[in-house]
């Protein structure tokens, strides 16, 4: 799917030690960031998300425990499943997103592009699928 991919981050350290992964923008971070948020202790048998933006893109690391993110964009839906902090999922606008199965240790890092708009959120799933209609 080309409006969301999953990627690695690079991480630097050792066993011994332990790891650092860095997040800069034009490095691995496609985006300014503007706003950063975290959820976690979601029960597995809850989804979050559900939703699309016009105009914020997104990366999402699973910093610790599991959860798996469908995308959606009006044709193409694909499953991801983050578990692992040296690995991230980009999202672009107009793509339906909902997390589930997270596991109960489960933290779910999200980079943002702008800053919350309650504007810029899609919610209504007939209204999104009208709006990527047209894309």
Known sequence: MKYSYKFKLSNKGNVETGFLVPLEFNTNIPFKIKRIFYNYYVPIESNRGAHAY??????????CGSLKVKCFDGENEAVYELNKPDEALY????????????SPDAVLLVLSSLEYNEEDYIRDYDKFMEVVSCI
């Open 54 to 63: 016009y105009n914020t893109k997104q990366v999402l690391i699973c910093i």
């Open 91 to 102: 999202i672009e606008p107009s793509v339906w997103r909902t997390t589930f199965e997270h």
